[in-house]
């Protein structure tokens, strides 16, 4: 059996973590992307704002390259992909998608899509990370035209609408699940 890399990617408050969250109760290893980032903020000794990390993650790839992300996590990836099977938290930009599609061949990216209004609804009551409508939007706008981040929701391998309740949406989780499964 072949172990499987699964990328989830969708705008902020779309429900990925409830979908890394769901694979990794299925058994797959977790790699949160912006870990590296909030590690990195760490050794340079700044503090986590949303401000702050925003503007840190941007800086770190007009340094480096809009893939660099992929590139400090990718030995990280195939390490665990030889355990067992992986679930990418946060691929960003295009370019990390296509660093991980030339080094992994057979990953698939998820893309978890949202109404943008639902979205800010569910981030204004988030306990953690919430964001202001305003914010939001501000956040959307930023990701888009500095991160390039609908390249990898545009072309996902797979879909999920996450429009309605949390049930229904866990659900579709185990119907695609079932279906990856059955793909062995």
């Known amino acids: 059996m072949k172990n499987k890399v699964l ?10 973590t409830v979908a ?24 340079e000794k700044i503090p986590i704002t949303k401000k702050t990390e925003q503007e840190f993650r941007e800086n770190l790839r007009k340094k480096h390259g809009m893939g660099v992300v992929a590139q400090i996590l ?19 930009s295009f370019e990390e998608y296509k660093i991980l599609k030339e080094e992994l061949k057979d990953i698939k990216v998820l893309s978890i899509i949202t109404d943008k209004n639902i979205r800010y609804e569910r981030i ?43 049930t229904n949406y866990e659900k579709s989780l185990e119907k695609l699940y079932k279906q990856m499964e059955e793909e062995k």
Not at 24 to 43: S, T
């Open 74 to 92: 990718l030995p990280k990836i195939k390490e665990l992909k030889e355990k067992g099977n992986v679930v990418l938290d946060g691929l960003y």
């Open 20 to 43: 890394v969250d769901f694979f990794e109760k299925k058994g797959y290893q977790k790699v949160y992307f912006g870990g590296v980032i909030y590690d990195k903020m760490k050794e």
């Open 124 to 166: 204004e009551k988030r306990k953690d990370r919430q964001y202001t409508k305003k914010e939001a939007i501000k956040r959307d706008l930023a990701e888009i035209e500095n991160s390039n981040k609908a390249g990898p929701i545009a072309y996902a391998d797979m879909y999920i609408l996450n429009n309605e309740n949390e």
């Open 7 to 16: 990328a989830i990617v969708g705008m902020c408050g779309s429900g990925k």
